[in-house]
């Protein structure tokens, strides 16, 4: 689908700048003109079909649909699924969270949503697909679904209400089935797609130096560092390499879209996917500033207890990914 | 009369930049009204609003979780 990308970088790098085929820096530029163009265009496509299917299908939907209907169980798994299709800024954590409960959504539900929301969002599916290509990204989009779901149903199964802060407490006593009225936008297709473009060109205003950045570093390793390289200390069968690269990817955070293509890079060096899909996630999933904006809503233990549990999980799904992949 | 403009919002770019459009559109179309940052989150939940940041124009929300263009909030103050 990207060839014709490959022959503008191949054509600009070997004949309009005449570097000879072989050379590192030629490697380098021409890996990184491709990455770039081809990532961009994705970038671009993903994030305006999120925001189209967003437009359409708000937050105060998805909270109204949670709390009116009973799932059986399924309430875990829909809030994940809906995590997918919301984009969210985490400085939306919280009142995100207040709404939901509010609304007479259980704890875990929530976390659910909380989960699966900032881990599968437009820009890390937009800049998958460019990097690892369809299938890995759609095992890690189900993977960051089941994982939410997961995650989910262990914290809820924990009784966390208590390690509520005190005014969340009282939220939740006077929670209701509430239905916010909630007036839809009516407007035409045509009256929403100057708004949703405009988020688009902001969205990727946003994440495009990042995405630069991190595809130039990737292209530098990619032109000098020897194939295989990383095998020797991170094989598969090395226990540590899982647990380390998630808890080293925790605190990192606003430059998520710099890092995936470095990581890129050091799978096809030879760290095995699923070690590097457990790092992506921590840098994706979880985040310090995040932590810092729910201290609002929980207090110290429910926060720590939360990410432990997501870190756990993360740490299984890297594990359970060098197995089967 | 006088509007009464609210930005519901905890602090985040997004709620900067919300901040900075509204000021532009009432200082260059010389609209008279007053307006407000909310950024204490309890505050903030009294509009009922789940994303930031929110527009309320004399206590109706106007616009929630984007940031609007200037011809917008124009339109929404006139």
Known sequence: ?325 | MSKVIKILGTGCPKCQSMTGVVKDVVSENNIEATIEKVEDIMEIMKYNVMTTPALVIDDVITIKGRIPSKDEVLALLN
């Open chain 1, 1 to 325: 689908m990207f060839d014709w990308v490959q022959h503008i970088a191949d054509w600009l790098v070997y004949d309009v700048l005449n570097f000879n085929k072989g050379q590192h820096l030629a490697e380098a530029l021409n890996f990184f003109i491709y990455d770039t163009t081809k990532i961009l265009i994705l970038l671009f496509v993903v994030i305006f079909f999120m925001g189209i299917v967003n437009s359409y299908f708000p937050i105060d939907k998805v909270k109204n649909y949670l709390s009116r209907n009973k799932l059986y169980g399924l309430e875990y798994l829909m809030a994940s699924l809906f995590g997918v299709v919301t984009p969210f800024c985490s400085c939306s954590s919280v009142p995100l969270f207040i709404g939901f409960v509010r609304g007479g959504i259980p704890l875990g539900v929530t976390f659910a949503f909380l989960i699966t929301s900032p881990l599968v969002n437009e820009v890390a599916v937009g800049l998958f697909i460019g990097l690892f290509g369809i299938k890995t990204t759609v095992i890690y989009v189900i993977s960051g679904v089941l994982l939410g779901t997961i995650s989910g149903v262990i914290l809820q199964k924990l009784k966390l209400d208590t390690y509520l802060t005190p005014w969340v407490k009282e939220v939740l006593a006077t929670a209701q089935k509430e239905q916010d009225a909630f007036i839809a936008e009516k407007q035409t297709l045509s009256q929403r797609l100057p708004i949703i473009w405009d988020e688009v060109l902001k969205i990727l205003k946003g994440v495009v130096p990042y995405v630069l950045v991190g595809i130039a570093i990737g292209g530098l390793m990619h032109g000098y560092i020897p194939e295989g390289f990383f095998e020797k200390y991170m094989a598969k069968d090395n226990l540590f390499a899982v647990p380390i690269a998630t808890i080293l990817a925790v605190p990192m955070y606003s430059n998520a879209s710099g890092i995936l293509p470095v990581a890129q890079v050091l799978v096809a060096k030879g760290i095995p996917l699923g070690t590097a899909i457990a790092f992506m996630m921590g840098v994706v999933g979880l985040s310090l500033p995040e932590a810092m904006l729910l201290k609002k809503v929980m207090t110290f233990k429910l926060i720590a207890i939360f990410f432990s549990v997501v870190t756990l999980c993360i740490i299984f799904s890297g594990y359970l990914f060098n197995l089967i992949l």
